[in-house]
């Protein structure tokens, strides 16, 4: 006969470092602290322990494990908020409690001179251990044992004041409330440290999901550029002077090969510029303030309701500033579609007129000042009642444009362009600041 395996008691604690999220959510639903004792098995759980090795796993494990880690961090965090707000509850009993026995005649007095003498007795004690001398001894015992004395006299007292009959429905209130207080400690403490686990469970997983997204999305990009390269190819031989217009990031293999019609291509170059007496301004640098492609575009379609289609994706382009490739007269990596317009004023079927407005810009990151909070004066200050919110700027490096912060605050360039009479078109010099509101 087989013997089977006793079951080896363990606390919560001890199986947070391996379990996994449906194993630990059952187990934590039937405890809510970290002295609970539960049943497992020992060979079960060595085997959860194991560091995992994710590169085998399946896009959908994978997925799966992240959305329970995280929502045992969910749960971790609701019961760190539970035990806090227990905490709050409870508040009020103490204070009442307390409120009441320091109105008591003499409570207060003697309940901090017992507090006075629990500090000089912690120094007496402190003292004693450093002491070397036997008279010095001596003298810091008998200074130990008179404050010892003193202090079960006071608490003699204040435990008179506070069994009296009046305060003893509060005195239960009191110690039930601290009871429930020093519970909750204990269960935010441990709950804090198991969340921490559970966040790096979590992290892992999420890393793992991050990798493999990455890696999608740059073989999604490959695949489509390598459409959109066979199309270029095909356009090209039955056409001749046209534009190749493109996603830059790739999401889609959607092309736009649009004949072009008096294409003209503006650079703004921002000189700073510095007067010096009896002779030319002289500057120090140069910097490029816009480059511009604009021009008259024939969109073809199959259909008017096709080429409407197409309009509207284009449209959809330039409003959400989707950065484009365009491939023609001009040849721009980076740019931005900030002009668009459509007629139909030509005799040709099957065709739309556009007139597009292409802007040069590339991603950069823009690095924005931090706002120093003032703090309260106490004299009088300048603010009134009524008075408009102080206004917000960024500050911005060279190379940035209007488009990508009004892109990163949610506004409109019109917007920034209202708040900022002098700011360019576009681009902006380098340690300028832009007001936002």
């Not at 959510?25 to 060979?43: A, F, H, Q, V």
Request: charged content about 35%; proline content about 2%.
């Amino acid at each position: 006969m087989v013997k089977k395996k006793k079951l080896k008691p363990i606390t919560d604690n001890d199986i947070l470092k391996g379990l996994e999220p449906g194993v630990r959510m059952s187990l934590r639903n039937k405890s809510s602290t970290s002295s609970t004792r539960i049943d497992y098995n020992p060979s079960t759980y060595a085997k959860k322990s194991k560091a995992a090795n994710l590169s085998g796993k399946s896009d959908k494990y994978i997925n799966e494990k992240t959305n329970e880690w995280k929502q045992v961090v969910t749960i971790d965090a609701d019961k760190i908020a539970n035990a806090q707000q227990v905490i709050k509850d409870q508040q009020p009993a103490i204070n009442k409690f307390q409120d009441e026995l320091n109105k008591e005649n003499g409570y207060k007095v003697t309940h901090d001179a017992y507090k006075d003498k629990s500090d000089d007795l912690a120094k007496q004690q402190d003292a004693l251990k450093k002491a070397k001398k036997k008279a010095d001894k001596k003298k810091i015992q008998s200074a130990i044992d008179s404050d010892k004395k003193q202090m079960k006299t006071l608490a003699g007292k204040i435990k008179t004041i506070e069994n009296k009959t009046g305060y003893k429905k509060d005195r239960d209130a009191y110690d039930k409330a601290n009871k429930l207080v020093k519970n909750a400690k204990k269960v935010i403490k441990s709950k804090k440290s198991l969340k921490a686990l559970d966040k790096q469970k979590l992290a892992k997983y999420q890393a793992e999901q991050k990798k493999r997204n990455a890696k999608k999305k740059k073989a999604e990009q490959k695949a489509n550029l390598k459409k959109i390269q066979k199309k270029m190819k095909a356009a090209e031989k039955l056409y001749q002077g046209r534009t190749a217009v493109y996603r830059a990031d790739l999401k889609t293999d959607r092309l736009y090969m649009l004949a072009e019609v008096t294409p003209q291509e503006n650079i703004t170059i921002n000189t700073n510029t510095n007067p010096k007496d009896g002779a030319d301004t002289r500057t120090d640098y140069t910097v490029e303030d816009s480059k511009e492609l604009s021009g008259t575009y024939y969109l073809y379609g199959k259909s008017w309701a096709d080429r409407d289609n197409q309009y509207r994706i284009l449209q959809g382009w330039a409003r959400k500033g989707i950065e484009v490739v365009v491939k023609g007269f001009s040849k721009l990596a980076h740019c931005y579609i900030t002009g668009i317009g459509k007629s139909s004023d030509i005799p040709y079927k099957n065709v739309l007129t556009l007139q597009l407005t292409f802007t040069y810009s590339m991603k950069y990151p823009i690095k924005y000042s931090k706002q120093k909070k003032k703090s309260k004066s106490l004299g009088k200050t300048s603010t009134t009642k009524g008075k408009p919110a102080k206004h917000k700027y960024v500050k911005v490096k060279a190379g940035v444009t209007l488009i990508e912060i009004a892109r990163d605050k949610g506004l409109k360039i019109s917007e920034i362009k209202k708040l900022n009479k002098k700011v360019g078109d576009l681009s902006l010099k380098p340690g300028q600041e832009v007001r936002i509101q």
